[in-house]
């Protein structure tokens, strides 16, 4: 994509870029014994190009792209492309989407990494929006370049030491800074925020009307827009959860998905004097929201012309009713209010969060716990759900095959979270976050001004950093009845860095009482994780140098969640029996020690940690 012409401005794509880098497809794949979330990059680039309709009301162009057996395997993936563009009259954007293809008889491969890209001019875009809470004037790129930044670790972060704009001065700018859910992100873009009467402010939005087609589910994060000016579509990435997340095309696997369709939305507005241009930011910004919601209503279009994309007559309905039963909670079942509940392509308790090859179907029950699942394609699924407040992933044990156009009532779906016995003490909220434990202020001389008194203050830089600051000598210590996890326990648990440079695991204290141990009782404890990157988390209960400890995780996770600013990556579930001989009558300490040390990345973060007594004795 050359140009984009809107508003009187001849192109709003970066110009001074060549033509094959402003707007396009871009796809990462490997080769199927590799393991790597990274790999071949390749610029999808169509060899044939079809007007597929064209009228009065409607215009569609494709260009496809053809695999060639005879191309060797570094030059391109063994994929059919059809890059599909849609134009309605009187509509103030762009459709886009793809159809990729991949036939039995061809070799496998994995992709790390499937998107949209579009490049804006630097001299018109400089105010990026995200959410309500997530925009501000951004950097240029030439400020991202030595001498005026400074590259910090990882490498996306960078200071900006001499900025063409002042006013970013000792700022860090990081793209992965600006990362959102799936289910957050449908809308998101740039405004030029300086105007006069010849150059009018303009909006430019990428509208993402559905994640169905995005891989790993509502929660998965995934880039948004950035320094560039760039604003993304992601469909398919491993970020926040590593090679889990990566499609693996499997010899004589036929293998088909359209992404998409999204809008492209373009606006504008008249407002041109400097006391209404304050106004433009917002007025625009409400406007894309609003043609957001315009285009969820209308989901699933009806005007694709590829049979590939499923209009709303061939789509079905799946509902029911969601409750929850813990019975040391209540004695009656739990409406379950604002639970996720999901169909995804067949497989374990919560593998739909890794699962990127099929489509996803996701809702949130109301205050009732009822809940519809609505435009779900045809084919077989799983239902899924989890709640928050409660720990552990539902899963049906019966397959559904989804007819087109039908509508079906699963009835009344009873989840039964991992429980033995009454809570003794709990640590944290089982969200599948860590958003509610300490963050740290930043330090000083690596602030992004956008998440000072933010809800998302984790996305500051460097706060792995500010562990050690905050304990220089001795590990966190949590005790029970005392501490209170919004302020004492500190969000990640992390590497410590020593003088000479190197790093070194380290050990976390939960210290608690018990009034009395019952005797050849087993103790349960449940640690939620919200993320792990290269991690190995061991637990030991009053003996600090118990070998090996009562329980070891194995090294897990590759989610790099810490160095990219997140508080989640993927939910892994612990449920650990503690013998009664390891537990005294008052005093106790749990030792959580996290041992691989190579770097400051390597750690967790807890989602939710709770002890639980044994079992009450039956009743005869």
Known sequence: MASIQYNGVDNLLQVLNAEDDRGYWDIVWNEADSTATTGIYERVVGTSYKVIVENDEQLEISFTTTWNPSS??????????????VMLRNSFGLYCYGIFEHRKEWPAFNIPQIRMVFKLRKDKFDYMAI???????MPVPDDRLPPRGKTL????????LDPIEPLFKGEVDDKYQYSSNNKDMKVHGWITSKSDETNPAMGFWVIMPSNEFQSGGPLKQNLTSHVGPITLAMFQSSHYAGEDLVVRVQKNESWKKVFGPIFVYLNTTTTTTSSENQQVQPWLWKDAKDQMRKQVERWPYDFPASGDFHKSHQRATVYGTFTVQDRFISDKQILAQGAYVGLAPPGAAGSWQTECKGYQFWTQTNKRGFFSIN???????????????????YCNNVVLTIKPGSKVNVGEIVYKPPRDGPTLWEIGIPDRSAAEFYVPDPNPNYVNKLYLNHPERFRQH???????????NEDLIYTVGHSDYRKHWFFAHVTRKKDDGSYHGTTWQIKFKLHSVRRNGTYKLRLALATANFSELQVRVNNPKEDPPMFTSGVIGKDNTIA????????RLYNIDVSSHLLMKDENIIFLTQTMANGPFEGIMYDYIRLEAPPPPHKS
């Not at 060797?72 to 563009?85: A, E, F, G, T, V």
């Not at 435009?375 to 928050?388: E, K």
């Not at 460097?462 to 220089?472: H, I, K, N, Q, S």
Request: glycine share 10%.
């Open 375 to 393: 435009n779900v394609l045809s084919g077989s699924y799983n239902l899924f759900a989890w709640v928050p407040g409660f720990i552990g992933d």
């Open 564 to 571: 990219r600013h997140g508080i989640h990556g993927l939910y």
């Open 131 to 137: 959410g309500d809470n997530k925009q501000r004037s």
């Open 153 to 160: 670790t990882p490498p996306e972060a960078v200071l900006l």
């Open 72 to 85: 060797m395997p570094q030059k391109q993936s063994p994929l059919n492309i059809d890059i599909r563009y």
């Open 462 to 472: 460097g706060l792995w950093e500010r562990y050690a600051d905050l304990y220089p």
